[in-house]
């Protein structure tokens, strides 16, 4: 077996969607805890803000820039499921940036004035719940999309 600069970028696309999407799947667990033990309920909700910011979108970004180059650099071309994957992620990052990054900073904010038991905090963690599953599904169909390849 040879290994190439196109099989180590093929890896590295993989351990990015591996490391993006987990970290998708990681603030579930947070907010289960945080809401079991109210007193550390700040810490798990800036723990998820931190994991997203940090690690998850910049590895969303990476995603996209490796599977690009794979894409330009490999014999695929823009069949119907490179096509039906780059729409869902154009719909992820609306979701994900443009509604649940915005709403866990202003969740974060009236955490910090208001606390957790705010009418205004409980409102937005609701929101950030619903967004968050909306963005994990549409981030779980873009893995299957990649691997199972639906459209040829």
């Known amino acids: 077996m040879t290994v190439t600069w196109y099989t180590l970028l093929k890896y590295l696309h993989v ?17 289960t805890l945080g809401a079991r033990e109210p007193a550390h ?7 998820i803000a931190f994991i997203d910011r940090r690690v998850a979108n910049p590895a969303y970004g990476l995603l996209l820039i490796t599977g690009l180059v794979l894409l330009a650099a490999g014999q695929w071309g823009f069949r119907g499921w490179v096509v039906a994957g780059l729409i869902l992620f154009v719909l992820l990052i609306v979701v994900a ?3 649940y990054s915005r709403v866990v900073r ?5 955490m910090d004035a ?4 705010s009418a205004n905090y409980k409102r937005l963690d609701g929101q950030a719940t619903t967004y968050g599953i909306v963005s994990l599904v549409i981030a779980l169909l873009i893995v299957f999309v990649m691997v199972v390849k639906p459209f040829r």
């Open 15 to 31: 351990l990015l969607a591996i490391t993006a999407v987990g970290s998708n799947i990681t603030y579930g667990v947070w907010k």
């Open 41 to 47: 309920a700040p810490f798990a909700v800036k723990g």
């Open 97 to 99: 940036v443009g509604f």
């Open 106 to 110: 202003q969740q974060i904010q009236v």
């Open 114 to 117: 208001e606390g957790i038991t």
